[in-house]
């Protein structure tokens, strides 16, 4: 039977490429064997689910535990209603026992009709009638709030004392953030800040990204399965863009294979990954789209606007950073430091903060194309100042990040170039104060810089044509254009100040500067 990779919901072995839990999660079986009550936390579509699903299966086959996977969603309508957050839970508890489990390893009272009303009582009445160890996996944790998240925390404290006789032996919460990040207060605003009322935990697990070997064994199965060949260059590509995130790995793979090389004849290449990054990039999936709202909170804004720029972080709380870290947004590099999680994600980001900009260039003509669709370097240059002129000032009030809203601004008329069958790649770090843009179209290749005049500081002409030399070098180009923005207070109207000159870098390329 052929089978597929997957971008929607849990992984099915069956009809799914999966990789097995016990590689990705190697000390589970030890901390249940020692019975030990953990949490997993791990960003969206890392394949928390899967993974869970498929180790209480295996511990259940095992004749040695009962486990079963359950979900908590269900009662997130209720932040401040605990018991019917409860009764809600506790029926697709029910379900889920019922769906899992043969019925010999189910709760007696599930088949006599009069099931335990409170958590605590159904979990506590099951262990104590289980014919094995109970195992139970609660799936969604932090999607319960306030007074029902407490509740339902306090109720597994209390039964842990009396496990694994009276209690399940093991209990895993499972989640996109750790304990601490739960939201507790009126509206879910404020944090628990505390592994309290769940001391107990013994361990918080996050489950990785890919490898570059799980990249290549899930792809292997693919390959074994119909013969057709990703090269070891196009596994390599796909694993820089995506750095292993799970969904990521399985939606370029789905699109390549499902789309533009149906025919398993046709070997996979490292064109026909970037294709397919360009399409998940311009389609923004769900998956993509969520990360649209984690940028919008406060303190993810805190740290992603400034690296966008490539200012410094200010003085950003350590529970904000570790934050950014958990929802998978950002990463260490090797030096310790903070970056974008992904070449993907480096992407996505400033085009979806630029969304609202983007939507109102519709009027904007394309007149930087020949009449053959080529791209005209010059007229995209006289194009970009008519438009800077006429639109960045009132532009920049739409955009939610106002410290980079220069950059975003541009960012939208650069998407709205590239619309028509071309490409961008973007570098920021933090610390470099610039952004470095590479435009692809056809067989022409843009590289520029912006850089922010900030008030008291000195032009950053200088600095940026030496910066600007380095990243042209990297291109194989020797022309480009550095954009500086004139952030400082009381300039006259960009419309006025709008000026190009020619400057020649140290290394003696000739540079279109831009002042704005």
């Known amino acids: 039977m052929t089978k597929w990779f997957n971008t929607a919901g849990p992984c099915k072995p069956d009809i799914h490429y999966t990789l097995p839990t016990t590689e990705r999660l190697p000390q589970l079986k030890r901390l249940i064997d020692q019975q030990n009550y953990f949490v997993i936390h791990a960003p969206r579509q890392t394949g928390k689910t899967t993974a869970m699903l498929t ?3 295996e511990l259940t086959a095992s004749g040695k535990y009962t486990a079963v996977m359950v979900s908590v969603e269900v009662g997130s309508a209720f932040p401040n209603q605990p018991e019917l957050a409860e009764t809600r839970i506790l029926d697709a508890w029910q379900d889920a026992i019922d769906c899992w489990l043969p019925t010999e390893l189910q709760p007696p009272f599930l088949t006599n009709g009069n099931p335990p009303q409170r958590i605590g009582s159904f979990l506590k009445s099951w262990a104590e009638t289980s014919k094995r160890p109970l195992v139970v996996f609660i799936d969604e944790i932090d999607s319960l709030q306030n007074q029902t998240l407490i509740n339902v925390l306090r109720q597994l404290r209390d039964g842990f004392p009396r ?3 009276s209690f399940p032996q093991c209990v895993a ?15 879910g605003t404020d944090r628990l800040n505390t592994s309290s009322p769940f001391n107990i935990k013994v361990r918080s697990l996050t489950l ?3 490898t570059l070997e799980d ?3 899930l792809y292997a199965q693919h390959t074994a399965d119909t013969g057709q060949i990703f090269t070891p260059e196009a596994i390599n590509q796909a694993y820089y863009l995506t750095q292993g995130q799970p969904w990521l790995v399985n939606a370029l793979a789905k699109e390549v294979t499902e789309y533009l090389a149906e025919d398993v004849n046709i070997s996979i290449t490292v064109d026909l990954i970037n294709q397919a990054k360009d399409i998940l990039i311009q389609r923004q999936d769900t998956h993509l789209d969520s990360l649209a709202e984690r940028l919008r909170e406060d303190r993810v804004k805190a740290i992603i606007q400034p690296m966008l720029a490539g200012d410094e972080l200010g003085n950003v709380p350590d529970d904000d950073l570790r934050y950014v870290l958990d929802l998978g947004l950002c990463k260490r590099d090797r030096g310790g430091g903070l970056e974008i999680a992904n070449p993907i994600y480096r992407e996505v980001f400033p085009k979806t903060l630029a969304n609202v900009t983007i939507a109102s260039l519709t009027s904007v003509q394309p007149t930087w194309l020949t009449p053959t669709g080529k791209l005209d370097a010059i007229a995209l240059l006289e194009s970009f100042l008519d438009f800077w002129r006429q639109h ?3 532009l920049f009030k739409s955009t939610p990040y106002p410290e980079i809203a220069p950059h975003l601004v541009l960012m939208a008329f650069l998407h709205r170039v590239v619309n028509g069958g071309g490409s961008l790649e973007r570098e920021y770090a933090i610390g470099s104060g610039r952004m470095d843009i590479c435009l692809r179209y056809g067989d022409v290749v843009l590289g520029m810089e912006l850089k922010v005049w900030k008030q008291g500081k000195a032009d ?3 600095k940026g044509l030496i910066q600007l ?6 291109l194989n180009l020797d022309t480009g254009w550095l954009i500086i923005f004139d952030r400082r207070p009381n300039l006259p109207p960009i419309s006025d100040r709008t000026t190009t000159e020619i400057a020649l870098s140290p290394q003696g390329r000739n540079i279109t500067v831009i002042r704005g």
């Open 55 to 57: 180790l209480a299966q």
């Open 163 to 165: 496990r694994p006789q």
């Open 173 to 187: 919460l499972i989640g996109m953030r750790d304990v601490r990040d739960y939201k507790v207060a009126s509206g």
């Open 208 to 210: 990785s990204n890919f």
């Open 215 to 217: 990249v290549k064994s």
């Open 392 to 394: 960045g000032e009132p």
């Open 460 to 462: 950053p002409l200088p």
């Open 469 to 474: 030399d380095k990243y042209l070098s990297g």
